[in-house]
């Protein structure tokens, strides 16, 4: 439902630039969104290669690591 809702403000967004003559600012806004998506890709990797670390060097005597392991649910 939401990508259905998406493709439409953006086809009503694109027919309104092609008419007013404000295509550039478009294509502006999408490399700003491309940029951000690709900050987040970049920080999700980032964000798994951490917790991968820390669970790596807490986990000792194969007791479970600092993050709790694979089961969250055994450590509550």
């Given at each position: ?9 953006r ?11 404000s295509?550039a600012i478009?294509?502006?806004e999408c ?27 807490t ?5 479970s ?12």
């Amino acid at each position: 439902m939401c990508m259905i809702v998406a493709g439409l403000v953006r086809k009503l967004r694109r027919d309104s630039a092609l008419i007013h003559g404000s295509f550039a600012i478009e294509q502006e806004e999408c490399r700003r969104a491309a940029f951000f998506l690709s900050f987040i890709r970049i920080a999700r990797y980032i964000n798994a290669f951490l917790v991968n670390i820390i669970g790596n060097a807490t986990k000792k005597n194969e007791n479970s690591p600092w993050l709790g392991g694979h089961d969250l649910n055994r450590n509550r």
